[in-house]
């Protein structure tokens, strides 16, 4: 099992440059990753500074040389799909072929979506995620792209350079249950964000498992608390440990994870 840091970007953490820096103080002390929420507001702290992720993790690819990076999880629904593809090929080049994109439906926690005029409706964010994942995959090809949906197009537009990493930048996929949908999605591409218990997971992943024939190179990213114990998720089937913190979160505390 690899660890990781999961870092909330907001409030003494709305640096990039603290980002960074904690960022290569994990990769000294042993540490494989470092993802990064993605959100662009949080209306129930209205008083929180936010750091874009993807300024964020550029900084740190800078700062770093080994560690996985990324995000965890953006929400599709909320960004145009040609802009990330665009951010992520730039941010894997930067990194020499080191991202992950983390994605999944996002929440309207507080209005984050609603108020922005955003799409709310968990059906519509849902095709979107789908839509928009077929976008990016196509224009990540490097191959002329022509794509016309519900909600996105293009038209015959080819996005150069490619990413670093072959045969595409790795995407994993968020997931909450074990509804069809979600985990289906998830099995397309190359690993799972689950947020549930050791049990919930096994039922997940075996869900995943019928429906990809095997979990062959197939990564699951858990998380939690620096204090909690990931052998029950690692005997579940995980294959990373995202030690996770709060939304309001001090530097103190990120580097006090660090030196344990």
Not at 73 to 92: E, G, M, N, W
Request: glycine share 10%.
């Amino acid at each position: 099992m690899r660890h990781a840091l999961y870092l909330p970007p907001f409030g003494e953490l709305a640096d990039p440059g603290v980002l960074a820096e904690l960022s290569a103080r994990a990769e000294a002390a042993g540490f494989d990753g470092v993802f990064l929420w993605d959100h662009v507001v949080r209306p129930r702290q209205p008083g929180l500074g936010v750091c874009d992720p993807w300024i964020a993790l550029a900084a740190i690819a800078a700062r770093t040389e080994r560690i996985r990076i990324g995000t965890r999880i953006t929400p599709l629904s909320r960004r145009r799909p040609h802009d990330v593809a665009r951010q992520a090929a730039a941010v894997d080049q930067l990194s020499a072929g080191r991202l992950v994109l983390g994605v999944g439906l996002g929440a309207d926690n507080g209005g984050e979506l609603s108020r922005l005029g955003e799409a709310d409706d968990p059906r519509t964010r849902a095709e979107m995620l789908d839509e928009g994942l077929d976008v990016i995959c196509a224009l990540w090809s490097g191959e002329p792209v022509t794509h016309r949906g519900r909600h996105f197009r293009v038209d015959g537009l080819r996005f150069l350079p490619r990413p670093v990493q072959r045969p595409r930048i790795p995407i994993w996929v968020a997931a909450q249950s074990v509804k069809r949908a979600p985990l289906h999605r998830a099995a397309r591409f190359d690993g799972l964000c689950p947020e549930t218990t050791p049990d919930g997971l096994r039922a997940m992943l075996d869900v995943v498992a019928r429906h990809r024939g095997g979990l062959d190179g197939y990564e699951v990213a858990v998380g939690g608390p620096p204090d909690d114990d990931p052998g029950p998720f690692r005997a579940a089937g995980a294959s990373w440990w995202l030690v996770q913190f709060p939304e309001i979160t001090t530097v103190a505390e990120v580097e006090a994870a660090i030196s344990r």
